[in-house]
C-alpha cells in the first residue's frame, strides 16, 4: 500500500526538530507498522525483539502504534520524571544515536527537549551546559568535543526553565 507523503511531519514535544538531528529522514520506505509510505522514514534507534531500522513513519512513532505493536522503545529516559512523561519520550518519540548508551536528560522534573548533537563550538553558546561538561569531563576533554565526530556531546533544553543541558560521549 502506498500514499503520497503528507505534508507536516507530526509535533514531538521531547524532540521538536528531528529532521535537524536527523532522526527523521526523508525516504520512500514503506512504514513497517501502517503500511505506508508517507515520505519520511525514522532512522534512530529502536528496542524491540524485532530488528527494526529505518522501516518505521515518525507518524506511527507519535500515535503509539510502533510501540504497542512492536514493543518498541526508542531511547531511555534518565533522571526524574513522571511516568506519563518517561513513557512519552521512551515509546512515543524518535530517539537519537549515540557512541554509547543513549540516555535522554530531565530537568525541573520533566524530560528536556533533545536539539542534538554539539561540539565545544557550538556548546559556547550555551555557558551552562559547557560549565557543566567542563566540570565533568576536565577542559582538554571539553575542547575536543566535536558534532560532526567524536566525542561529542547531546544538547538538551529544559521545557520549564529554558537550561541547557548536556551530555557526553564517544566510542
Do not use: N
Not at 13 to 20: F, R, S
Not at 27 to 47: F, K, S
Not at 129 to 147: C, I, K, M, P
Request: aromatic fraction near 10%; hydrophobic fraction near 40%.
Amino acid at each position: 500500500m502506498s500514499d503520497p507523503a503528507t505534508a507536516e511531519l507530526p509535533s514531538f514535544p521531547y524532540h521538536p526538530d528531528p529532521l535537524a538531528t536527523g532522526a527523521v529522514v526523508a525516504g520512500d520506505t514503506e512504514c513497517l507498522c501502517c503500511g505506508l509510505r508517507r515520505g519520511y522514514v525514522y532512522v534512530g534507534p529502536v528496542y524491540a525483539v524485532a530488528d527494526i531500522r529505518a522501516e518505521l513513519c515518525p507518524w506511527c512513532i507519535a500515535d503509539g502504534s510502533a510501540a504497542e505493536r512492536f514493543g518498541a522503545q526508542f531511547t531511555e529516559v534518565t533522571g526524574e520524571a513522571p511516568k506519563s512523561v518517561v513513557s512519552t519520550v521512551e515509546r512515543r518519540t524518535p530517539g537519537f544515536a549515540g557512541w554509547q548508551q543513549e540516555r535522554w536528560l530531565t530537568h525541573c522534573g520533566d524530560a528536556a527537549a533533545y536539539l542534538g548533537r554539539a561540539g565545544a563550538k557550538e556548546l559556547a553558546d550555551h555557558p551552562e551546559a559547557a560549565q557543566s561538561l567542563r566540570e565533568t569531563l576536565g577542559e582538554t576533554f571539553f575542547a575536543s568535543l566535536d558534532a560532526d565526530g567524536q566525542p561529542t556531546a547531546y544538547l538538551f533544553r529544559c521545557r520549564s526553565c529554558a537550561q541547557h543541558l548536556a551530555y557526553a560521549d564517544f566510542t
